[in-house]
């Protein structure tokens, strides 16, 4: 398989962050910064990041795992190819939900960004600090939005400009043309699985922890017609009868 599990190189990287994070925490005691002078904003920041990253850290390093195991064709349930006007039109389709779900998370780390930027300004009585943390902050959050918009760029120009992808299920994750879809995380549970007949798409829905509260989300892919029997499995595997089947995606809800 030519595909290289990229999620080695993130829990490296969230590594790196975590102890750059730390250390920068650290920095006020060890450079003897005064808090009031600036160590404190160093403090806050560090520690924000060096959690984030270890975090993250441990999150990529799961799927990292997850990815070994398809590499080493591991609790593999089904594989199949799409190619040709169904991948073209399942690839147009998955365009625009990506750059909707990529634009509505930007907004999310938007609103938090600035309520955290408005507290520190007007709780920080020194101008300084707060004039540094709001540089500080605005420079990640920006280095973040620019970041996250190539990757969406560059994962919309994959799409499109794929004539065929590669569907390989497993039990607790997939993947497709080798971006990893998992439903296993830190907090995330398997919710149910469904097949859109009309439109040939099977969906996992998953949710997560968010605050208190669970956010679903879903994951669709491609099924060729000639995949009946890999679909079969997959559905079988998880508890799914053909009776279970959704006619369209439009029907999704009438189906609830």
């Given amino acids: 398989m030519s595909i290289k599990n990229t999620q080695k190189k993130w829990a490296n990287a969230m590594g790196v ?39 993250n850290f441990f999150m990529f390093r799961n799927q990292a795992k997850q990815m070994d195991d398809i590499f080493n064709n591991r609790k593999i349930i089904a594989r199949w190819k799409v190619d040709g006007l169904e991948w073209a039109n399942f690839a147009k389709k998955d365009v625009v939900a990506l750059k909707k779900n990529a634009w509505a998370t930007w907004l999310i780390i938007t609103f938090f960004f600035v309520i955290i930027t408005v507290i520190f300004w007007f709780t920080t009585e020194d101008e300084e600090d707060a004039t540094f943390f709001l540089l500080l902050t605005g420079g990640i959050f920006a280095f973040i939005s620019l970041s996250a918009w190539l990757a969406t760029q ?14 390989v299920i497993a039990n607790n994750c997939l ?14 549970k398997f919710e ?11 969906e996992f829905t998953y949710s997560y922890m968010v605050g208190r509260s669970r956010q679903f989300k879903e994951l669709r892919i491609p099924v060729p017609e000639k995949e009946a029997e890999q679909l079969q499995k997959v559905l079988q595997h998880f508890g799914v009868s053909s009776l279970a089947y959704v006619p369209s995606e439009t029907a999704a809800e009438e189906h609830k």
Avoid: C, H
Wanted: glycine residues 16%; aromatic residues 8%.
């Fill in 192 to 202: 149910s699985v469904n097949y859109y007949e009309m439109d040939k798409i099977l």
């Fill in 175 to 188: 993947t497709l043309n080798g971006e990893l879809r998992i439903w296993n995380g830190l907090g995330s």
């Fill in 17 to 55: 962050m975590a102890l750059i994070g730390l250390g920068m925490a650290i920095w006020p005691w060890v450079g003897e910064i005064d808090m009031v002078e600036g160590g404190g904003a160093l403090f806050m920041t560090g520690l924000t990041f060096g959690l984030a990253g270890l975090i």
């Fill in 154 to 167: 560059s994962r919309a120009r994959s799409r499109q400009n794929r004539r065929s992808g590669e569907v």
